[in-house]
């Protein structure tokens, strides 16, 4: 597609099951970042992929959450045993390089509601 | 590490101009954006400046580089109805990572 496409747009789970958020950046972009954004606040960075490089994981909240980017495109963000705080609207966003004022493109974000 | 803040709340008549302001610590940012938020949707870029410029004008929206003080600012100019948002500042710096404040929620009163 043309954009960021992230899915599920929607997903209500119940407290200490599993989930998986995916993103597909667009093609041929080579940094693709996760936010989180909870209600009325600002977005807070979670992991940063860029090209072959380790991601950087410094914004993880804790070892329930984990990310993988599959040969260098799809992202799967997975939260284990959430918690009602994990509850937020999360966004994938992917650049061409990362960063150095190369236009970065968001997603609609998944909305997570845990119950 | 990196921080950018923000005042939370901006109120301005429309037709005056809004300043929106904006402070970062990382002294190795080398680009500085503003996004808008409208209500339910997501982030549009406005703009964005380079670190070694003082300032960018783009129609009705002037940014500001303080780079001294890490001081960023984002100037509207004859500010509409519609220009009603959260508006996002944020940085990168060489590692190329992404990294917003928390956003000025703009109100323009007609």
């Known amino acids: 597609g043309a954009g960021v496409s992230q899915s599920p747009s929607n997903k209500v789970t119940e407290k200490g099951k599993d989930v998986e958020l995916r993103c597909d950046p667009i093609?041929?972009?080579?940094?693709l970042y996760w936010y989180r954004q909870s209600l009325g606040q600002g977005l807070e960075f979670l992991i940063y992929?860029?090209?072959?490089?380790?991601?950087?994981k410094s914004g993880l909240p804790s070892d329930r959450f984990s990310a993988e980017r599959t040969g260098g495109s799809v992202s799967t963000l997975t939260i284990q045993r959430t918690q009602q705080e994990d509850s937020a609207v999360y966004l994938c966003?992917?650049?061409?390089?990362?960063?150095?004022?190369?236009?970065?493109?968001f997603g609609e974000g998944s909305w997570l509601t845990v119950v | 590490g990196e921080d950018v803040e923000q005042s939370l709340f901006l109120s301005v008549r429309e037709g005056d101009s809004s300043v929106i302001n904006c402070t970062y610590t990382?002294?190795?940012?080398?680009?500085l954006y503003w996004y808008k938020q409208e209500p339910g949707a997501g982030l549009q870029l406005l703009t964005y400046i380079f670190s070694n410029m003082d300032m960018k004008q783009d129609q009705r929206l002037t940014v500001l580089l303080n780079k001294k003080d890490k001081h960023l600012s984002l100037r509207i100019a004859d500010t509409q109805t519609g220009d009603s948002a959260i508006y996002f500042c944020?940085?990168?710096?060489?590692?190329?990572?992404?990294?917003f404040g928390q956003g000025t929620e703009l109100s323009v009163k007609p």
């Open positions: 944020a940085e990168t710096n060489q590692g190329g990572k992404l990294i």
């Open positions: 093609s041929g972009h080579t940094a």
């Open positions: 966003a992917s650049s061409l390089l990362g960063g150095y004022g190369n236009t970065i493109y």
């Open positions: 992929f860029q090209g072959n490089s380790a991601p950087d």
């Open positions: 990382d002294s190795s940012s080398t680009y």
